[in-house]
């Protein structure tokens, strides 16, 4: 728990002796991973507490970046992907293959964003979320609405 009241002389010392948490103390990419994957893990970093990730992460943490990654190229093929092709089976085919290439993708990305503890359920506390949601402006029920005649 921390400690009530002023703070002594010899704390305010040691505070400014660690000084402040610079980019140097956070975790660095892996230098295997692509452009595009160190600015996901980047991205990942700069998001949490520098104290929030360990060199014991770096493992989930590569293959979290890389599926991100991933189906973020998937979903670009998807995109391009032309409808007349669809008339072909082998078009249907091969869309069908896509969709399920980039679901196992996303799925294997949530896994790991849930074990490294960065999806908003595992970062935000219930009772927070839920006061914020009760202190939001209630709008009126729709059976509740007047029409202006």
Known sequence: MAQ????????VAVAAQLG?????NRLRASPHLSDAEQMVW???VNDNPASAFTETHRDMMDLYCQHVVTAQVLDDEIKAFDREWLRDDDGLKRYDRLLAMREREVRSASSLATRLRITRQATADPKTVGRAHSAMGRSRKPWEVVDAE
Do not use: D, F, I
């Not at 402040?20 to 140097?24: F, M, Q, R, S």
């Open 4 to 11: 009530r009241g002023r703070k002594s002389a010899a704390s």
């Open 20 to 24: 402040p948490v610079l980019a140097e």
């Open 42 to 44: 980047a991205r990942l």
